[in-house]
Protein backbone atom coordinates (compact mmCIF):
# COMPACT_ATOMS: atom_id res chain seq x y z
CA UNK A 1 0.00 0.00 0.00
CA UNK A 2 1.59 3.37 -0.82
CA UNK A 3 2.32 5.86 2.30
CA UNK A 4 -0.06 8.30 3.24
CA UNK A 5 2.06 11.39 4.29
CA UNK A 6 0.43 13.93 6.57
CA UNK A 7 0.96 17.07 4.83
CA UNK A 8 0.71 20.73 6.58
CA UNK A 9 -2.86 21.25 4.86
CA UNK A 10 -3.66 18.22 6.50
CA UNK A 11 -2.92 19.62 9.78
CA UNK A 12 -4.27 23.01 9.23
CA UNK A 13 -7.66 21.11 8.31
CA UNK A 14 -7.68 19.35 11.55
CA UNK A 15 -7.12 22.59 14.01
CA UNK A 16 -10.01 24.02 11.83
CA UNK A 17 -12.19 21.33 12.51
CA UNK A 18 -11.32 21.39 16.16
CA UNK A 19 -11.31 24.82 16.51
CA UNK A 20 -14.93 25.00 14.65
CA UNK A 21 -15.74 22.59 17.87
CA UNK A 22 -15.97 19.52 15.80
CA UNK A 23 -15.65 15.80 18.51
CA UNK A 24 -12.19 14.30 17.71
CA UNK A 25 -14.30 11.03 16.63
CA UNK A 26 -16.50 12.75 13.85
CA UNK A 27 -12.85 14.25 12.60
CA UNK A 28 -11.41 11.09 12.59
CA UNK A 29 -14.66 9.38 10.99
CA UNK A 30 -14.35 12.13 7.93
CA UNK A 31 -10.81 10.93 7.42
CA UNK A 32 -10.85 7.90 7.07
CA UNK A 33 -14.76 8.28 4.74
CA UNK A 34 -11.70 9.80 2.63
CA UNK A 35 -9.18 7.03 2.50
CA UNK A 36 -7.29 7.44 5.29
CA UNK A 37 -6.30 4.97 7.03
CA UNK A 38 -7.16 4.82 10.31
CA UNK A 39 -4.38 4.34 12.21
CA UNK A 40 -2.26 6.73 10.58
CA UNK A 41 -5.70 9.60 10.91
CA UNK A 42 -5.67 8.59 14.44
CA UNK A 43 -1.80 9.62 14.86
CA UNK A 44 -2.04 12.25 12.91
CA UNK A 45 -4.68 13.52 14.45
CA UNK A 46 -3.17 13.47 18.48
CA UNK A 47 0.15 14.39 16.88
CA UNK A 48 -1.28 18.05 15.78
CA UNK A 49 -3.21 18.56 18.49
CA UNK A 50 -0.99 18.12 21.03
CA UNK A 51 1.76 19.89 19.07
CA UNK A 52 -0.98 22.42 18.78
CA UNK A 53 -1.92 22.51 22.97
CA UNK A 54 2.11 22.92 23.40
CA UNK A 55 2.25 25.51 21.40
CA UNK A 56 -0.27 27.94 22.77
CA UNK A 57 1.04 26.70 25.81
CA UNK A 58 4.11 28.59 25.37
CA UNK A 59 3.10 31.67 24.07
CA UNK A 60 1.07 31.72 27.09
CA UNK A 61 4.22 31.21 29.35
CA UNK A 62 5.52 34.32 27.27
CA UNK A 63 5.21 37.74 29.04
CA UNK A 64 3.39 39.92 26.44
CA UNK A 65 4.83 42.47 23.83
CA UNK A 66 4.75 45.93 24.87
CA UNK A 67 5.35 49.19 22.99
CA UNK A 68 9.08 50.13 22.90
CA UNK A 69 11.37 53.33 21.76
CA UNK A 70 12.80 53.47 17.88
CA UNK A 71 13.11 55.90 15.22
CA UNK A 72 11.21 56.55 12.47
CA UNK A 73 12.83 54.27 9.58
CA UNK A 74 10.23 54.33 6.81
CA UNK A 75 11.57 54.62 3.36
CA UNK A 76 15.17 53.55 5.09
CA UNK A 77 16.43 57.03 5.53
CA UNK A 78 20.53 56.88 5.56
CA UNK A 79 19.70 60.44 7.67
CA UNK A 80 17.75 61.53 9.79
CA UNK A 81 17.43 65.20 10.39
CA UNK A 82 16.81 66.38 14.20
CA UNK A 83 15.93 69.62 15.36
CA UNK A 84 19.57 70.11 15.99
CA UNK A 85 21.54 67.37 14.60
CA UNK A 86 21.73 65.23 11.29
CA UNK A 87 22.33 61.67 12.45
CA UNK A 88 23.24 58.83 10.17
CA UNK A 89 21.96 55.44 9.91
CA UNK A 90 24.87 52.83 9.80
CA UNK A 91 23.19 49.84 10.45
CA UNK A 92 20.20 48.39 11.11
CA UNK A 93 18.51 44.95 12.26
CA UNK A 94 15.17 43.92 13.05
CA UNK A 95 15.73 40.57 15.51
CA UNK A 96 17.01 41.34 17.88
CA UNK A 97 16.41 45.42 17.03
CA UNK A 98 19.59 46.97 16.95
CA UNK A 99 20.06 50.47 14.85
CA UNK A 100 23.53 52.20 14.82
CA UNK A 101 23.65 56.05 14.25
CA UNK A 102 26.80 57.99 13.47
CA UNK A 103 27.34 61.23 14.30
CA UNK A 104 24.82 61.24 17.53
CA UNK A 105 27.08 63.55 19.21
CA UNK A 106 29.84 65.67 18.33
CA UNK A 107 33.36 65.47 19.16
CA UNK A 108 32.89 68.57 21.89
CA UNK A 109 30.05 67.22 23.42
CA UNK A 110 32.35 63.10 23.72
CA UNK A 111 34.55 65.19 25.73
CA UNK A 112 32.75 67.60 27.82
CA UNK A 113 30.89 64.39 29.03
CA UNK A 114 34.02 62.77 29.94
CA UNK A 115 35.50 66.05 31.86
CA UNK A 116 32.01 66.40 33.38
CA UNK A 117 32.02 62.74 35.05
CA UNK A 118 35.51 62.22 35.88
CA UNK A 119 35.29 63.96 39.82
CA UNK A 120 32.45 61.33 40.01
CA UNK A 121 33.48 58.04 38.82
CA UNK A 122 33.19 55.04 41.65
CA UNK A 123 33.85 51.19 40.21
CA UNK A 124 30.70 49.64 38.32
CA UNK A 125 28.58 47.88 40.01
CA UNK A 126 25.79 44.86 39.30
CA UNK A 127 21.80 44.56 40.42
CA UNK A 128 21.06 42.18 43.27
CA UNK A 129 18.46 39.71 41.91
CA UNK A 130 17.48 39.18 45.25
CA UNK A 131 17.48 42.64 46.96
CA UNK A 132 17.26 45.53 44.33
CA UNK A 133 20.39 46.70 45.50
CA UNK A 134 23.50 46.42 43.43
CA UNK A 135 27.25 45.34 44.57
CA UNK A 136 30.63 44.98 42.88
CA UNK A 137 30.99 42.19 40.79
CA UNK A 138 33.67 40.28 38.34
CA UNK A 139 31.58 40.70 35.68
CA UNK A 140 31.67 44.50 35.31
CA UNK A 141 35.09 46.09 35.97
CA UNK A 142 34.20 49.54 34.68
CA UNK A 143 34.25 52.86 36.57
CA UNK A 144 31.00 55.21 36.34
CA UNK A 145 28.39 57.25 37.53
CA UNK A 146 25.28 58.74 36.93
CA UNK A 147 23.61 62.10 35.94
CA UNK A 148 20.25 62.82 37.15
CA UNK A 149 18.03 63.57 34.28
CA UNK A 150 18.50 67.17 33.23
CA UNK A 151 21.07 67.69 35.57
CA UNK A 152 23.62 70.31 33.63
CA UNK A 153 22.40 71.81 29.72
CA UNK A 154 24.36 69.26 27.80
CA UNK A 155 22.36 66.58 29.66
CA UNK A 156 19.05 68.22 28.97
CA UNK A 157 20.46 68.64 25.38
CA UNK A 158 21.32 64.88 24.67
CA UNK A 159 18.35 63.97 26.37
CA UNK A 160 15.56 65.93 24.20
CA UNK A 161 17.81 64.76 21.21
CA UNK A 162 17.46 60.98 22.26
CA UNK A 163 13.56 61.53 23.14
CA UNK A 164 13.68 63.15 19.32
CA UNK A 165 15.71 60.36 17.59
CA UNK A 166 13.41 57.63 19.77
CA UNK A 167 10.26 59.14 19.54
CA UNK A 168 10.46 58.54 23.25
CA UNK A 169 9.00 60.96 26.40
CA UNK A 170 12.49 62.52 28.29
CA UNK A 171 10.67 61.72 31.46
CA UNK A 172 10.79 57.79 30.54
CA UNK A 173 14.39 57.74 30.63
CA UNK A 174 16.91 56.93 33.42
CA UNK A 175 19.81 59.42 34.12
CA UNK A 176 22.70 59.52 31.83
CA UNK A 177 25.36 56.93 32.78
CA UNK A 178 29.06 57.87 31.67
CA UNK A 179 31.33 54.69 32.10
CA UNK A 180 35.10 54.44 31.58
CA UNK A 181 37.28 50.58 30.77
CA UNK A 182 40.52 50.78 31.31
CA UNK A 183 42.77 48.36 29.66
CA UNK A 184 41.28 44.86 30.59
CA UNK A 185 38.03 45.89 31.52
CA UNK A 186 34.95 44.62 30.50
CA UNK A 187 31.11 44.21 31.06
CA UNK A 188 30.39 40.44 30.39
CA UNK A 189 26.92 39.82 28.62
CA UNK A 190 23.87 40.29 30.47
CA UNK A 191 20.15 41.58 29.94
CA UNK A 192 19.35 45.22 30.22
CA UNK A 193 15.82 44.43 31.44
CA UNK A 194 15.21 43.33 34.74
CA UNK A 195 14.16 39.36 35.86
CA UNK A 196 10.45 40.06 36.85
CA UNK A 197 10.41 36.82 38.69
CA UNK A 198 13.58 38.26 41.34
CA UNK A 199 12.60 39.26 44.88
CA UNK A 200 13.96 42.75 44.79
CA UNK A 201 12.95 43.53 41.51
CA UNK A 202 9.88 45.47 42.68
CA UNK A 203 10.99 48.40 43.87
CA UNK A 204 13.54 48.80 40.71
CA UNK A 205 9.99 48.43 39.07
CA UNK A 206 8.17 50.92 40.21
CA UNK A 207 10.41 53.39 39.01
CA UNK A 208 8.53 53.43 35.79
CA UNK A 209 8.28 49.69 34.75
CA UNK A 210 10.80 47.27 32.92
CA UNK A 211 13.45 49.03 30.66
CA UNK A 212 12.60 48.44 27.15
CA UNK A 213 15.51 50.36 25.55
CA UNK A 214 18.70 50.91 25.20
CA UNK A 215 21.10 54.18 23.74
CA UNK A 216 24.99 53.23 24.25
CA UNK A 217 26.80 56.62 23.07
CA UNK A 218 30.60 55.97 22.65
CA UNK A 219 32.48 59.17 23.81
CA UNK A 220 35.85 58.28 22.55
CA UNK A 221 37.46 55.63 19.74
CA UNK A 222 39.71 53.10 21.83
CA UNK A 223 42.17 51.45 19.29
CA UNK A 224 41.15 48.33 20.29
CA UNK A 225 38.81 46.12 21.22
CA UNK A 226 35.72 47.28 23.83
CA UNK A 227 33.22 46.08 20.76
CA UNK A 228 29.80 46.16 22.11
CA UNK A 229 28.93 42.21 21.70
CA UNK A 230 25.37 40.64 20.90
CA UNK A 231 26.13 36.54 21.35
CA UNK A 232 23.19 35.27 19.86
CA UNK A 233 23.30 36.93 16.83
CA UNK A 234 27.21 36.97 16.62
CA UNK A 235 27.14 41.08 15.65
CA UNK A 236 30.56 42.99 17.05
CA UNK A 237 29.87 46.65 17.17
CA UNK A 238 32.91 48.52 17.41
CA UNK A 239 33.14 51.79 19.88
CA UNK A 240 33.13 54.85 17.66
CA UNK A 241 33.62 58.61 19.13
CA UNK A 242 30.31 60.20 18.35
CA UNK A 243 27.84 56.84 17.32
CA UNK A 244 25.25 55.72 19.24
CA UNK A 245 24.32 52.11 19.21
CA UNK A 246 20.59 51.36 20.07
CA UNK A 247 18.43 48.36 20.82
CA UNK A 248 14.91 47.73 22.18
CA UNK A 249 13.45 44.64 23.68
CA UNK A 250 9.55 44.19 23.72
CA UNK A 251 9.47 42.33 27.05
CA UNK A 252 11.50 40.61 29.28
CA UNK A 253 12.77 37.54 27.42
CA UNK A 254 15.81 35.71 26.00
CA UNK A 255 13.74 36.17 23.08
CA UNK A 256 14.80 39.35 22.21
CA UNK A 257 17.91 38.17 21.50
CA UNK A 258 19.53 41.20 23.24
CA UNK A 259 22.11 39.28 25.34
CA UNK A 260 24.99 41.81 25.16
CA UNK A 261 28.41 43.11 26.48
CA UNK A 262 31.21 44.99 26.48
CA UNK A 263 34.60 42.90 25.10
CA UNK A 264 37.66 43.83 27.28
CA UNK A 265 39.32 47.03 26.20
CA UNK A 266 42.78 45.76 24.77
CA UNK A 267 44.86 48.67 23.63
CA UNK A 268 43.79 52.60 25.52
CA UNK A 269 40.77 52.93 27.27
CA UNK A 270 36.96 53.37 26.33
CA UNK A 271 34.20 55.64 27.56
CA UNK A 272 30.51 55.20 26.77
CA UNK A 273 27.54 57.54 27.70
CA UNK A 274 24.11 55.11 28.54
CA UNK A 275 20.95 56.22 28.32
CA UNK A 276 17.98 53.36 29.59
CA UNK A 277 14.61 54.21 28.67
CA UNK A 278 11.75 52.65 30.94
CA UNK A 279 8.14 51.87 29.97
CA UNK A 280 6.53 54.48 32.14
CA UNK A 281 8.15 57.83 33.72
CA UNK A 282 11.35 57.26 35.62
CA UNK A 283 11.02 59.22 38.83
O1 LIG B 1 30.04 49.67 27.48
C1 LIG B 1 29.49 48.81 26.81
O2 LIG B 1 29.90 48.46 25.71
C2 LIG B 1 28.27 48.20 27.38
C3 LIG B 1 27.97 46.92 27.01
C4 LIG B 1 26.83 46.37 27.53
C5 LIG B 1 27.43 48.90 28.23
C6 LIG B 1 26.29 48.27 28.67
N1 LIG B 1 26.00 47.03 28.32
C7 LIG B 1 25.32 48.94 29.54
O3 LIG B 1 25.63 50.05 30.00
O4 LIG B 1 24.23 48.35 29.75
ZN1 LIG C 1 23.94 46.52 28.97
Known sequence: MKAQVVTPELRQWILEQAKAG????????????????????????????????????????????VPVP????????TQLVLA????????????PRVVLFGGFLSDDECEALIEDSRPRMTRSETVVNATGGSEVHGSRTSHGMFFARGETPLCTRIEQRIAELLRWPVINGEGLQVLHYAPGAEYR????????????????????????????????????????VFPDVALEVAPIKGHALFFSYDRAHAMTKTLHGGAPVVEGDKWVATKWLREGEFR
Do not use: I, K
Open 22 to 65: CRPEDVLASMQASGWDGAVAEQALEDTLSQFLAERAQQAALPPP
Open 84 to 95: DRTVQVLLTMHN
Open 189 to 228: PHYDYFDPLQPGMASVLQRGGQRVGTLLMYLNTPPRGGAT
Open 70 to 77: GPLLDGAP
